[in-house]
Structure formats: structure tokens, C-alpha cells
């Protein structure tokens, strides 16, 4: 090709991909991106088809969650955006990298209600980090680079790229993209010097400090500065659903998740720190509970590249603007200056055993039912830990992130702050195309499962070995639960018993369908359904009113729990 | 109490939609926006005013600096700025209600840019203070319709 060949704007914008090092999008056609399908036809780029663009949103975010990498989907005008809006809020909440390509009308249609025309920039424009609406065809190369690099840098989350189909029509003479210049958009990376100082003079003299890790420690890569902080100044750490596996769960000083549905231990720890050291973290309502009663007693140290986030929620009295991981190698260097007192926390985390002895996580075996909570623990025990985790939404989710111990980060994948149901299966679809030489398994609810399962069929038509572990309670779980707990049992309209044979539809869809209702099953149908070169659902039919504790109920005080104390609580 | 910003924004289309967006999602109520090209052609610049009493101004700004397009911010207080505000103002002027007008309009160096039997357009450029009382005093003779541009503002030299 000689350098005056003109290529048609479908064909750069592949070109383009390539060129950020894309290796796979998700997609779906339609109308106005046939040309872009066109250029995919005749490239190496490889493309997965969903069966629904919703599936491809959140698998390209299942992508980037695993892999750090930025994800990539595809979808035609109109509805295929509007299907898109999920996956792109759910990214935006979770601060996921991707790029969302949508095709538009006509350039002179735009505007006139054409057919399929849908305002796709308006509608995301609250959801996404940033968004083009193409207009010259000779901008995508240039556009597609910027999109990469404001999606995957800073604190990241989703790009949207509107193309009117003109401009994959137009014809011109291909550039490789220029370095990207963005007067308006330059990071803070480094943490403010005398900042770190004061930081760690204060982590050093801290009796009772806490870290409360974020999913900002996992995009930033900073999880081995965690560890060593914790464990070179005896830190007990606690990480929000975002992040586990940031600092091993397995660790004699991990605390597990804190919040609503945390470890008594983690919340009682918050409550007494008089140092809380939030890293990547945003101060949610569901870690938080009741504001003016978290954590009362402690001076709190905030990082977080996004300067908007501190003192959002809390008024931190050491703020640090930066990368996680910049700045707390920083500290630690600053840290290494001051004289070794190992020992200074160890009254500290005798309290913090103590607590966790007396209020360990727990559930009732010996009814006969099949406890969720175990298949959680056969999962990680088959596993022997070496899994990527997916997760729906509900009871489900807060079983995954409490019974199995996260060791690596992007090892444990959630929708945290939209809490989509039905992320879990094609977010797992995306994870293990990322991630072929790990097995991905989603945790998963039968309510969720239901708004997402025609991914069966993406996962089969590209020989997609997951493992779908339903925990069936034919129940909305985690509403049921609300309306048990504070709606006097009236489970209005969450009971879902009417339901198909989950492993028949797999069965259907060419998958491996298994079902199970005992426990001496469990792991016998969770090594078959491993072993098995075929996607698998296994159906485990667990007790269907059982309840996720502890429980802090919204709004009140993180030490309000329900079910913290050892025995499994009645039903009232 | 009112918070003057200057916000220079790359010249984008949709810039304005993404900043008007932004405070509407977070629930901040403009007072008012005005933008307009600035000295250099690739950048507008824009003066918002917000009610900072109902929000925290420093909120305001950061999430205003997430967004892409925009460069700079700069929060201008009355000792630092110079600000205007334009207005065309209709009253009735009608028999000895115009002599009146006219002389107001003379203290307060406004123009006539507009008149017929019954009414008087005038234009008046002043800081927010002194054309609210401009309006006040003509108030008494009718005043028909206002039409304003916001407030502009421009952070004072540095000597
Ligand atoms: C798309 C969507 N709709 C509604 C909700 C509200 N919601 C939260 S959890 C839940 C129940 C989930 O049921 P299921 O997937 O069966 O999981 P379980 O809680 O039973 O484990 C619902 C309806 C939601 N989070 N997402």
C-alpha cells in the first residue's frame, strides 16, 4: 500500500484498534455498522458475537476487569446503543476501561428522527468518562488513540465513540494517530511530598491503624505497595467488594470485606482505628452506613488519583491526590527512613483477633438443605483458590466475596456500584477469552441468570469453558431478604419459582447442564463441570430462605449489625 | 453567597451540553452561563455563577475539572474581578414618564437603542449591584420586558 492509498473509514477504524493493540471486541450488527462488519471480514481482528448488546458491554468489561486491559465493544444506531447503556453505567460506576463503539445515522439525518436514530452521545452523556460524536472521517485514527488513552489512564472508566455511517463510508489517506495532547485532561500521579511525609509519620505512629483498600488499588497495580505496608508495620486490612483479592484473603492480617455485608471484624475494626488509611477507595454508602458514626475515632488518610472524591463523602484530615501506587511506594520509602516498631500494633491485632474469633463468618450446615454458603467453599476448596470469580447480583454476590478467599487481584469480578444483575455470565464470557490459562466461574443468582443467559450461546459458539454456579433459591434472594427483614415478610413479587430447568437450557444450548441438590454432590458436579471441555451450568438447589449476614441495615451504623454474633440468626 | 467561576473549555462541539449535564446530574443550580469565543481560537471560555451556600464549591470545580474539555478553572471573589452584566431593558414612556426615563438612563449611563410612542429601550452594561438598582428605579414607570446576558467577568491585573 503506498502512502497516498485511500481506505474507507470502516477500515480504520479496525486499523485503529489494531493499532492500540486491541486483540478482541464484542459486537453485534446492524444497519449503519455493515460496513464496519465488512472490514472485520476482511481483517484478523477477532470478533465475538454476543446475543445481546448488553452481553457485549459487559463482557468487554469482564475483559478489562481480568485482564487490566482496556475492553472493547461494538453495537449498531438506535436500539443496539440503547442496549449498550447498561454495561457502559455499570463501567462507569466500577471505573472499568472500555471503549464503546456505537455506528449512527447519516451525518445529514442526524437530527431528523431517521430511522434508528437514537441521541446515543445525549443519552450516555452522565455515564461516561468522555464521548466523540465523529465528524470527519479523517479524525477516527486520532480518536480511537485518544479514547484508548482516556479510558485506561487516571482513574479509568468507559469512552464512547459515536460514528455516523458517512464516515465509515468516507475514503482518505489512513495516519497513524499523533501522540495524544489533551490540554484539559492530565492526571495527578505523583502524591504531594509533604503530604507523604505526614502520611507516613502517621501510618509509623499509628497503635490502631486500618487499611481500607478500593478498587483503585487494582487498576492502579498497586497491590504489592499494599502488602508490603501492611505487613512490614503489622496493618490490618480490610478491602470493599472492588477489591478482593488486592491483599490476600489468606493472610493472618486480612479482615475481609467491610460494609454492609462485611466481616463483624472488619466493621468493629473501622469503628475502634484511630488511623484509617483509605486507599483507591470512595467512602460508598453500602461500606459506610450511617456517615457522622463511621469510623469516629480515627484521622483519616485518603489516596485517590481523583481529586473530586476526597471529601466527597468524608472529610479526610491527610488528603493525597495520586496513583495508589506511586504514592504508596512513596510512603513506604519515607516509611523505611523511621525506626522498625513492628510491635506497636500488637495489642491492636490481638483486639482484632479477638473480635474475629468471637464473630467468625458462619451459616447452619445440618438441616439438610444444601447451604449456599458451601457451595461457595466447594468452589474454592475444588479450586484449590485458583479461579476468576464472576458474580450476579443479589445474595449470590455477597456469598462469593465472603466464602471464598481472594488471593490475586482481578481474581474476584462484581458489578459493585451499578449492581447489574446478569453481569455474571457474560462477564465471565469476556474474563476467560482474556484469561484462557485461568478457569473463570460465575457465582451466580437464578433471578440474574435469567436476564443475561442467552450468552450460552456466545460461550458455546466459541468454546468458552466457563462454569456457571447458579445458587438457586428461586427467590429475588437478596429483595426477599429486605421484605423479610423490614417489610414484615411480605415477599411481594420475588418469588420465582416458575422457572425453566436450568440445565436443560444448557442442555439446549449444547453446554453441559447439571443439577444438584445435595451436598455430598457438590464438588463431584463442579469437577465434571471443569473438566468438561463445554461450557457448564450447574443448577445447585440451595435453601431457598436463607439470609446474608451479618447485615448492616442501610443507613444505620456499621456496628449495627444483624447476625454478627456467633449462630446462624432465627427467622423472627 | 454567589460563586463566580472562569472556565476556559476546548472549543468542542458539545462542550456546553457536557458542563450543563454535569451540574444538572449533581444537582448544582446555575445561576448563569455565559460562554463566547476567548483570545485563543481553540478555547471558549465560560462565567458561571452558582449559589455556593447550597453547594460545596469545592465539589463544583473538581467535577467540573473531570471533564475532558475543559482546561482551566479559576474561582473569581469581588475583590479579584472586574464583572458585567448586560441589559436591554423596555419601559412605558409614555407623556412625562419618558422625560423621567431618559434621566435615569443618564445617571446610570445607559443608552437609548429603541423607542416608539408608548415605550423606551434601554441598554445599560454595569456590574450585578448597580443594574439592580437601575431596574429598581425604573420599576415605578413600567418595565415591560428585561433581557440580560449573565454576568462576564475577568480576573483583575496582577501590578
Ligand atoms: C437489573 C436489576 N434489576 C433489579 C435489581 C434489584 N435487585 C437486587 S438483588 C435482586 C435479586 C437478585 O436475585 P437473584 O439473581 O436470584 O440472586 P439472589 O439474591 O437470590 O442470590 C434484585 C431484584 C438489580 N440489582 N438489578
Not at chain 1, 456517615?291 to 466527597?312: C, M, N, R, W, Y
Not at chain 2, 479559576?74 to 414612556?93: F, G, T
Not at chain 2, 426615563?101 to 429603541?114: G, M, N, P
Request: glycine letters at 10%; proline letters at 5%.
Amino acid at each position: 500500500m503506498t502512502p497516498q492509498t485511500k481506505i474507507k473509514g470502516s477500515e480504520a477504524i479496525v486499523r485503529a484498534l489494531q493499532e492500540e493493540g486491541c486483540d478482541v471486541i464484542f459486537g453485534y450488527p446492524g444497519g449503519v455498522v455493515i460496513p464496519f462488519y465488512d472490514a472485520l471480514y476482511h481483517s484478523d481482528l477477532k470478533h465475538v458475537l454476543v446475543r445481546h448488546e448488553q452481553g457485549a458491554a459487559h463482557a468487554a468489561e469482564g475483559y478489562a476487569r481480568a485482564t487490566g486491559r482496556v475492553g472493547v465493544c461494538v453495537a449498531t444506531s438506535g436500539p443496539g446503543a440503547t442496549n449498550l447503556v447498561t454495561g457502559i453505567a455499570d463501567a462507569y460506576l466500577d471505573s472499568i476501561p472500555i471503549v464503546a463503539i456505537t455506528g449512527q445515522v447519516k451525518s445529514d439525518l442526524i437530527g431528523t428522527d431517521a430511522f434508528q436514530e437514537a441521541d446515543t452521545t445525549g443519552i450516555t452523556l452522565p455515564i461516561v468518562k468522555h464521548s466523540y460524536l465523529v465528524q470527519n472521517a479523517s479524525d477516527l485514527a486520532q480518536i480511537i488513540h485518544e479514547a484508548f488513552h482516556i479510558a485506561g489512564t487516571g482513574r479509568p472508566g468507559p469512552v464512547l465513540i459515536d460514528i455516523p455511517v458517512t464516515c465509515a463510508l468516507a475514503e482518505f489517506v489512513y495516519k497513524t494517530a499523533s501522540a495524544v495532547d489533551l490540554p484539559g485532561y492530565k492526571p495527578t500521579m505523583r502524591g504531594h511530598s509533604k503530604q507523604i511525609k505526614v502520611a507516613a509519620r502517621a501510618i509509623h505512629e499509628s497503635p490502631r491503624p486500618v487499611l481500607y483498600v478500593g478498587g483503585g488499588v487494582i487498576s492502579s497495580g498497586a497491590t504489592q505497595e499494599v502488602f508490603d505496608l501492611a505487613t512490614s508495620l503489622n496493618i490490618p486490612v480490610t478491602t470493599t467488594l472492588m477489591a478482593m483479592g488486592a491483599f490476600p484473603g489468606t493472610h493472618p492480617l486480612s479482615l475481609g470485606m467491610l460494609g454492609m455485608h462485611g466481616t463483624a471484624y472488619a466493621n468493629w475494626a473501622v469503628h475502634e482505628c484511630d488511623l484509617l488509611i483509605a486507599v483507591g477507595a470512595r467512602f460508598d454508602d453500602r461500606v459506610t452506613g450511617k456517615l457522622s458514626t463511621f469510623a469516629p475515632q480515627a484521622t483519616v488518610l485518603h489516596i485517590d488519583i481523583d481529586p473530586a472524591e476526597i471529601g466527597k463523602n468524608v472529610e479526610p484530615r491527610i488528603p493525597i491526590v495520586g496513583d495508589a501506587k506511586m504514592v504508596l511506594h512513596e510512603i513506604l520509602t519515607e516509611v523505611a527512613t523511621m525506626a522498625a516498631a513492628p510491635e506497636r500494633t500488637a495489642e491492636w491485632l490481638e483486639r482484632v483477633d479477638d473480635w474475629r474469633g468471637q464473630h467468625p463468618l458462619h451459616y447452619e450446615e445440618d438441616d439438610g438443605e444444601l447451604p449456599p454458603q458451601y457451595v461457595v467453599e466447594q468452589i474454592y476448596a475444588v479450586t484449590g483458590g485458583d479461579a476468576i470469580i464472576t458474580t450476579d447480583v443479589g445474595q449470590n454476590q455477597m456469598w462469593a466475596a465472603q466464602y471464598f478467599k481472594y488471593t490475586q487481584p482481578r481474581q474476584f469480578i462484581s458489578s459493585g456500584g451499578l449492581g447489574t444483575m446478569g453481569f455474571g455470565l457474560p462477564a465471565a464470557i469476556g474474563a476467560q477469552i482474556g484469561r484462557p490459562d485461568k478457569q473463570v466461574i460465575d457465582i451466580g443468582g437464578d433471578g440474574s441468570f435469567q436476564m443475561t443467559m442467552q450468552e450460552l450461546g456466545t460461550a458455546v459458539a466459541y468454546n468458552v469453558p466457563i462454569v456457571v454456579a447458579l445458587l438457586n433459591n428461586r427467590f429475588l434472594g437478596m429483595v426477599r431478604q429486605w421484605q423479610e427483614l423490614f417489610w414484615e415478610g411480605h415477599y411481594s413479587h420475588t418469588d420465582i419459582a416458575v422457572q425453566p430447568d436450568f440445565a436443560k437450557i444448557a442442555d439446549a444450548y449444547g453446554a453441559l447442564g447439571v443439577t444438584v441438590t445435595a451436598k455430598d454432590e457438590v464438588a463431584d458436579a463442579l469437577r465434571t463441570a471443569i473438566k468438561d471441555p463445554r461450557p457448564a451450568v450447574i443448577d445447585f438447589r440451595v435453601r431457598r430462605e436463607e439470609n446474608v449476614y451479618p447485615m448492616v441495615p442501610a443507613g444505620t451504623s456499621i456496628t449495627e449489625m444483624i447476625g454478627g454474633q456467633a449462630g446462624r440468626r432465627k427467622k423472627p | 453567597m454567589k460563586h463566580t467561576l472562569s472556565v476556559l473549555v476546548e472549543n468542542k462541539p458539545g462542550v456546553l451540553t457536557r458542563v450543563a449535564g454535569l451540574f444538572a446530574r449533581r444537582g448544582f443550580n446555575i445561576d448563569s452561563l455565559v460562554v463566547g469565543r476567548s483570545e485563543d481560537p481553540r478555547l471558549s471560555r465560560m462565567t458561571i455563577t452558582i449559589d455556593g451556600a447550597e453547594h460545596p464549591i469545592d465539589q463544583v470545580t473538581k467535577q467540573l475539572h473531570k471533564l475532558i474539555n475543559v482546561v482551566k478553572i479559576r474561582e473569581l471573589d469581588a475583590e479579584s474581578m472586574v464583572a458585567r452584566e448586560l441589559a436591554l431593558i423596555r419601559v412605558s414612556a409614555e407623556g412625562a414618564k419618558r422625560t423621567e426615563a431618559l434621566q435615569i438612563a443618564e445617571i446610570f449611563k445607559a443608552k437609548v437603542v429603541d423607542v416608539d410612542r408608548r415605550t423606551m429601550t434601554l441598554e445599560i452594561t454595569a456590574a450585578p449591584d448597580r443594574l439592580a438598582a437601575f431596574e429598581s428605579l425604573l420599576q415605578p414607570l413600567g418595565v415591560n420586558e428585561v433581557v440580560r446576558t449573565g454576568l462576564v467577568a475577568i480576573g483583575r491585573g496582577r501590578s
